[in-house]
């Protein structure tokens, strides 16, 4: 079994900074990619960000330029996402995603609010 447990999120104002961390534990070898991924009411579940095993990262266009992926390099079992300038339109719950050849694990979802 995996385990991914979330930490940060929160209620900022527009313009503002948030940092996501997920610390990943279990049968966790061989990780191809971790990543973030959010869903705003009413919206379906979508890509914010991902690092795949040989360092490559993947961004949404709506989030390039203001939103930072990185792997603690120690253990490459943690992955933040730094996100500034926030906009009222990042309001979503953000899930951590972790791939582990083929399947797919996820964490409980943390909440970031933006608004004045």
């Known amino acids: 079994q995996v385990q991914l447990v979330e930490s940060g999120g929160g209620l900022v104002q527009p313009g503002g900074s948030l940092r996501l961390s997920c610390a990943a534990s279990?049968?966790?070898?061989?990780?191809?990619?971790m990543g973030w991924y959010r869903q705003a009411p009413g919206k379906q579940r979508e890509l914010v960000a991902r690092v795949f095993s040989d360092g490559r990262t993947d961004y949404a266009d709506s989030v390039k330029g203001r939103f930072t992926i990185s792997r603690d390099n120690a253990k490459n079992t943690v992955v933040n996402l730094q996100m500034n300038s926030l906009k009222p339109e990042d309001t979503a719950v953000y899930y951590c995603h972790v791939l582990i050849i083929f399947s797919s694990y996820w964490g409980q979802g943390s909440q970031v609010t933006v608004s004045s």
């Open positions: 279990g049968r966790i070898s061989n990780i191809d990619s």
